[in-house]
């Protein structure tokens, strides 16, 4: 890869260069394909997170594999283009970020079981890349919907960044903000690995556990 396409790939486009989208949705859940879990139409006692680790297909595995977690799916967030396509979030020119929207129930789990699943099984100091996958939407994200996620986020990433300096790494790169927006992903994209249980995973994290507790 030439440094000019290396630098266009991992560059955000400013608002006014990103491509417009559409009004349609590409989709909308309504059945988990693991879990056969309803989409919940009212959040009711539900909290949502959105997490950016890399390509969505893992990252969404790991997360609903996690007791306490009533429903995933993927999507691209934080971006300009409204309701993209995922070969336009390919592009580089939507700014979005392959995210996974994670609808849990805190009485039956503790966010910061949620935030050790997400610091260790990706590497959160590659800025815009993850391993292999280069480009803006492999980027490392956390993007919260309230303030005590928030808070606890900052919290973990503060410890864990500690953590990897002291074994070598480099600082951590993660975003953590209020999600701004987010657009489900195709169909074929929702729990891709266990309709495809031999397809791609490009994760590996940096080996190095955080204590949240």
């Given at each position: 890869?030439?440094?000019?396409?290396?630098?266009?790939?991992?560059?955000?486009?400013?608002?006014?260069?990103?491509?417009?989208?559409?009004?349609?949705k590409i989709f909308e859940p309504t059945i988990h394909f693991v879990n056969k879990a309803q989409y919940p139409k009212d959040n009711g006692n539900l909290e949502k997170v959105y997490f950016g680790m890399g390509c969505f297909w893992g990252a969404e595995k790991y997360?609903?594999?996690?007791?306490?977690?009533?429903?995933?799916?993927?999507?691209?967030?934080?971006?300009?283009?409204?309701?993209?396509?995922?070969?336009?979030?390919?592009?580089?020119?939507?700014?979005?970020?392959?995210?996974?929207?994670?609808?849990?129930?805190?009485?039956?789990?503790?966010?910061?079981?949620?935030?050790?699943?997400?610091?260790?099984?990706?590497?959160?100091?590659?800025?815009m890349r993850q391993g292999y996958d280069i480009g803006t939407q492999y980027r490392s994200g956390i993007y919260v919907t309230n303030?005590?996620?928030?808070?606890?986020?900052?919290?973990?990433?503060?410890?864990?960044?500690?953590?990897?300096?002291?074994?070598?790494?480099?600082?951590?790169?993660?975003?953590?903000?209020?999600?701004?927006?987010?657009?489900?992903?195709?169909?074929?994209?929702?729990?891709?690995?266990?309709?495809?249980?031999?397809?791609?995973?490009?994760?590996?994290?940096?080996?190095?556990?955080?204590?949240?507790?």
């Amino acid at each position: 890869m030439s440094l000019l396409s290396f630098l266009t790939k991992t560059e955000l486009p400013k608002e006014q260069d990103a491509l417009l989208g559409r009004n349609e949705k590409i989709f909308e859940p309504t059945i988990h394909f693991v879990n056969k879990a309803q989409y919940p139409k009212d959040n009711g006692n539900l909290e949502k997170v959105y997490f950016g680790m890399g390509c969505f297909w893992g990252a969404e595995k790991y997360m609903w594999e996690i007791d306490g977690v009533f429903f995933t799916s993927v999507g691209y967030g934080d971006g300009f283009t409204k309701n993209p396509t995922y070969e336009e979030v390919c592009s580089g020119k939507t700014a979005h970020n392959e995210i996974v929207e994670v609808i849990f129930n805190p009485r039956e789990i503790e966010f910061t079981k949620l935030l050790k699943a997400f610091w260790e099984n990706h590497d959160p100091t590659q800025g815009m890349r993850q391993g292999y996958d280069i480009g803006t939407q492999y980027r490392s994200g956390i993007y919260v919907t309230n303030a005590n996620q928030m808070k606890l986020a900052e919290k973990t990433k503060q410890t864990y960044e500690k953590i990897l300096t002291k074994n070598g790494f480099k600082p951590i790169t993660t975003e953590i903000k209020e999600i701004q927006n987010f657009f489900f992903a195709e169909e074929y994209h929702q729990q891709y690995l266990a309709k495809n249980p031999g397809g791609y995973c490009g994760h590996g994290g940096c080996g190095i556990k955080i204590d949240t507790d």
